[in-house]
T-cell receptor, first 112, second 115 residues
Framework: DTGVSQDPRHKITKRGQNVTFRCDPI?????LYWYRQTLGQGPEFLTY????????KSRLLSDRFSAERPKGSFSTLEIQRTEQGDSAMYLC??????????FGPGTRLTVT | AQKVTQAQTEISVVEKEDVTLDCVYE???????LFWYKQPPSGELVFLIR??????QNEISGRYSWNFQKSTSSFNFTITASQVVDSAVYFC????????????FGQGTILTVHP
């Protein structure tokens, strides 16, 4: 399978705990995006990387959220001190061009 | 600011019926791209089509067709002779030429096709 992969697929955590998600993009893709999707809504943009540089961040990405792409390959999204409002599906997408994003299966986070 | 509106929250049809999903968008960019994605119960977003703002030709792909009208800022999606496998959530999305490819999604339309 050469698509975008995300790990874990599901995460249940208690409020206040830290969580980290990983995204492995399609190998030659230099662009990587994170989105968040809450129940009944469309995905919302969180952040964008071109290679290892984080070029855009949404205001949704509070100071409890941090994303990295250290070598321009995989990316991690960390949420510190999780809150119940963080419960959502976190989607990763990668692309070579701006107009053809390939999405991964997502990580579903439940904060209890 | 960019905005995508999918006014239909849920649509229910019987197999073989035709169904149209509406999408209206707002953007100040003169160059922009419109998309439709399908999200089956498994959760993964599946790309269906992309159109740029300079190409208003309608497109047909098998049972799927898209109608792009700049004058009304609409990009509607029609499934002809719907099938049970078409049941999914469908999202319309937009990005403008200045936004690094950041997609703005509509709220989605849940399509249920009954046998």
């Amino acid at each position: 399978d050469t698509g975008v992969s995300q790990d874990p697929r599901h995460k249940i955590t208690k409020r206040g705990q830290n969580v980290t998600f990983r995204c492995d993009p399609i190998s030659e893709h230099n662009r990587l995006y994170w989105y968040r999707q809450t129940l009944g809504q469309g995905p919302e943009f969180l952040t964008y990387f071109q290679n290892e540089a984080q070029l855009e961040k949404s205001r949704l990405l509070s100071d409890r959220f941090s994303a990295e792409r250290p070598k321009g390959s995989f990316s991690t999204l960390e949420i510190q001190r999780t809150e119940q409002g963080d419960s959502a599906m976190y989607l990763c997408a990668s692309s070579l061009s701006f107009y053809e994003q390939y999405f991964g299966p997502g990580t579903r986070l439940t904060v209890t | 600011a960019q905005k995508v509106t999918q006014a239909q929250t849920e649509i229910s049809v019987v197999e073989k019926e035709d169904v149209t999903l509406d999408c209206v968008y707002e953007t100040r960019d003169t160059t922009y791209y419109l998309f439709w994605y399908k999200q089956p119960p498994s959760g993964e977003l599946v790309f269906l089509i992309r159109r740029n703002s300079f190409d208003e030709q309608n497109e047909i792909s098998g049972r799927y067709s898209w109608n792009f009208q700049k004058s009304t800022s609409s990009f509607n999606f029609t499934i002809t002779a719907s099938q049970v496998v078409d049941s999914a959530v469908y999202f319309c999305a937009l990005f403008g030429g200045t936004s690094y490819g950041k997609l703005t999604f509509g709220q989605g339309t849940i399509l249920t096709v009954h046998p």
